[in-house]
T-cell receptor, first 113, second 113 residues
């Protein structure tokens, strides 16, 4: 079956612009996670969704970052007024409720110039 | 001290060698331990997961957890060039019914033919 998909695969933007990153989870997966992977760093948790609600936003690095999920499916991560330090690979993962098996998408590589 | 420590490598071995990859952690609440494999420019792929202490084997891969030492290992037997990737350990403590994963930074493995 189809895995987790993310779009775009690559995004180059100018400092100060807003960007939207999209994640399509595996059908039937109620849990959705966003992570950030910077060069030389591990995966950094950003936000978790269960259905359309986000009970844990503790990893969002600043108020320039926000995310939403609609219809219990697609999620969008928005970064406003991008900064160079936002350059990273943004990964989305989904899982069945209460499962530890998270399935990752290929990521969106964001470059802020 | 980081919650999860992992040697970044690279670890270079000849084809057929036995590979040992390791992580240490400091949070005694971690109960679920996972190993992910990440090929270049791809999302992480779940290889194995174990609960609490002990060993788990799957084909050429063996995961080992020693909670008393806060140390986990992944062994790869008869390593192949296709095993060349970055290996990420990840851990979770049960929390409100979902599993935020804490990742190591990953160890890059290079298997030469």
């Amino acid at each position: 079956g189809a895995g987790v998909s993310q779009s775009p695969s690559n995004k180059v933007t100018e400092k100060g612009k807003d960007v939207e990153l999209r994640c399509d989870p595996i059908s039937g997966h109620t849990a959705l996670y966003w992570y950030r992977q910077s060069l030389g760093q591990g995966l950094e948790f950003l936000i978790y969704f269960q259905g359309n609600s986000a009970p844990d936003k503790s990893g969002l690095p600043s108020d320039r970052f926000s995310a939403e999920r609609t219809g219990g499916s697609v999620s969008t991560l928005t970064i406003q007024r991008t900064q160079q330090e936002d350059s990273a690979v943004y990964l989305c993962a989904s899982s069945l409720q209460d499962s530890y098996e998270q399935y990752f998408g290929p990521g969106t590589r964001l470059t802020v110039t | 001290q980081k919650e999860v420590e992992q040697d970044p490598g690279p670890l270079s071995v000849p084809e057929g060698a036995i590979v040992s990859l390791n992580c240490t952690y400091s949070n005694s609440a971690f109960q679920y331990f996972m190993w992910y494999r990440q090929y270049s420019r791809k999302g992480p792929e779940l290889l194995m997961y174990t609960y609490s202490s002990g060993n788990k084997e799957d084909g050429r891969f063996t995961a080992q957890v020693d909670k008393s030492s806060k140390y986990i290992s992944l062994f790869i037997r008869d390593s192949q060039p296709s095993d060349s990737a970055t290996y990420l350990c990840a851990m979770s403590a049960r929390n409100s019914g979902y599993s935020t994963l804490t990742f190591g930074k990953g160890t890059m493995l290079l298997v030469s033919p």
